[in-house]
T-cell receptor, first 112, second 113 residues
Framework: NAGVTQTPKFQVLKTGQSMTLQCAQD?????MYWYRQDPGMGLRLIYY???????DKGEVPNGYNVSRLNKREFSLRLESAAPSQTSVYFC???????????FGPGTRLTVT | DAKTTQPNSMESNEEEPVHLPCNHSTISGTDYIHWYRQLPSQGPEYVIH???SNVNNRMASLAIAEDRKSSTLILHRATLRDAAVYYC??????????????FGEGTQLTVNP
């Protein structure tokens, strides 16, 4: 089991560019999540998907969109990147809502 | 939303027990207490969770106060590999609230050899 995988590991974007962060899990989990972590701070929830076909906003959804492509995959899209979106992005999954979450290794994004 | 308070940092010596405190005085009756840790340059890792009773697993023990306004994560014998930021999180127990984990700033644990 690879667990939760994220691609890419690193990315540099210019302001206004778009990109999609990919996340996949092979644990047959129902729920998936996207968080961001700014330097020296805890994680903040961007969006989550309680089950295939559903998505909900978290604490900081502005500037992002998500797609739950199937049970395994949950992508995060930045349509027009801004320097304020420079952060480390973590994807996570859990068997169901509320249960322990398993995190991926993160994507370090820099927007210049 | 119920909030947690943790010390910014703690130090321990290798092979000694570590007690990491967390205050959550506004906890509601349905909130679960979760602990995660984050090693340098890695994603968070689940450690343990509980509701009312003390809990043990292979990684740690969780001691919950009788009034549930505080809890303590216990690492029985710290190793260098336990150096990490430890997050105490309240997870809303109501299904309709989704599954948000609200991370605070956590406690940076340093383990001295």
């Amino acid at each position: 089991n690879a667990g939760v995988t994220q691609t890419p590991k690193f990315q540099v974007l210019k302001t206004g560019q778009s990109m999609t962060l990919q996340c996949a899990q092979d644990m047959n989990h129902n729920s998936m999540y996207w968080y961001r972590q700014d330097p020296g701070m805890g994680l903040r929830l961007i969006y989550y998907s309680a089950s295939e076909g559903t998505t909900d906003k978290g604490e900081v959804p502005n500037g992002y969109n998500v797609s739950r492509l199937n049970k395994r995959e949950f992508s995060l899209r930045l349509e027009s990147a801004a320097p304020s979106q420079t952060s480390v992005y973590f994807c996570a999954s859990s068997v169901d809502r509320g249960l322990e979450q398993y995190f991926g290794p993160g994507t370090r994004l820099t927007v210049t | 939303d119920a909030k947690t308070t943790q010390p910014n940092s703690m130090e321990s010596n290798e092979e000694e027990p570590v007690h990491l405190p967390c205050n959550h005085s506004t906890i509601s009756g349905t909130d679960y207490i979760h602990w995660y840790r984050q090693l340098p340059s890695q994603g968070p890792e689940y450690v343990i969770h509980g509701l009312t009773s003390n809990v043990n697993n292979r990684m740690a023990s969780l001691a919950i106060a009788e009034d549930r306004k505080s809890s303590t994560l216990i690492l029985h014998r710290a190793t260098l590999r336990d150096a990490a930021v430890y997050y105490c999180i309240l997870r809303y127990g109501e299904e309709t609230s989704g599954s948000r984990l609200t991370f605070g700033e956590g406690t940076q644990l340093t383990v001295n050899p």
